[in-house]
């Protein structure tokens, strides 16, 4: 009599959105060629927006850090980084990348008032159902004069198409990832940041079109040559920025006081 069959168990669907998926592709976050390569590219272009720091003893908090992808970017910078993210199987990441992590929703950051010199806000805003308290608590956390430096997706009918039903039939974004119902209106963000006493300015951003396209290539071609994209020394694609910010864009401003 034959043995039977083993039973794969088929990868579980979840909504759009549902944390869950981070824990899911815990194994993506660091890997050139993974599923959140775009994040490693958006790291490098937010954190060009940090200047060293102005004083001993600095602190960064980084809200929505993920795995902590910000970290080798502020390299150098003067910066104590506190990373602050729900889930646990990316922070166990960062603090192995020398964040110091913190467990929590970033709309409830334990940490004190104007405690930051900066606060980072990395493509977190459009998946949290409640941005407007992630604004409230990132300018909490800021000192007078602190920077806020952020980077979101804008509530479009053009945002919707590029990065959900486009980007993500693409390698370079998880499918479900996004909930497009949360992208966050440029205009109410600056409104918003400007109530809470931080005046942000805004433009647009996209990756290089070229770059993006030959990072494509490479992928696949790795894939059937089974050597991962960046073995080669090839760079990542840059992102440049764009006169619109019907899509996809970064915002900074200082707090004032």
């Not at 590219?41 to 960064?60: D, E, H, N």
């Not at 479900?176 to 918003?192: K, Q, S």
Request: charged share 25%; with cysteine; aromatic share 4%.
């Amino acid at each position: 009599m034959r043995d039977a069959a083993p039973v794969s168990t088929p990868p579980r669907v979840l909504p759009p959105n549902d944390p869950r998926q981070y824990d899911d592709l815990a194994g993506e976050w660091w890997r050139p060629d993974g599923a959140f390569a775009m994040l490693h590219w958006l790291a490098r272009a937010r954190a060009a927006m940090v200047p060293p720091a102005s004083r001993p003893g600095a602190l960064l908090v980084d809200l929505g850090c993920g795995a902590g992808l910000l970290a080798p970017h502020l390299a150098g910078k003067g910066y104590r980084h506190v990373g602050v993210d729900i889930t646990r199987s990316a922070l166990d990441q960062a603090a192995a990348h020398g964040v110091t992590v913190v467990n929590a929703d970033a709309t409830a950051v334990p940490l004190v008032d104007g405690c930051a010199d900066v606060v980072s806000a990395g493509e977190v805003l459009e998946h949290v159902p409640q941005w407007r308290r992630v604004v409230a608590e990132a300018c909490r956390l800021l000192r007078p004069g602190g920077l806020l430096v952020l980077d979101t997706l804008n509530d479009t009918v053009l945002a919707r198409l590029v990065a959900v039903e486009i980007s993500e039939r693409l390698p370079t974004v998880p499918r479900g990832i996004h909930d497009p119902r949360l992208f966050v209106d440029a205009r109410e963000l600056v409104a918003e940041c400007a109530r809470h006493g931080v005046g942000l300015r805004l433009r647009g951003i996209r990756p290089e079109l070229p770059g993006t396209l030959s990072w494509l290539f490479r992928r696949m071609r790795g894939r059937i040559v089974g050597r991962p994209v960046g073995t080669d020394g090839s760079r990542e694609p840059r992102i440049v920025p764009t006169r619109s910010t019907a899509v996809l864009y970064q915002g900074c401003g200082r707090r004032s006081g």
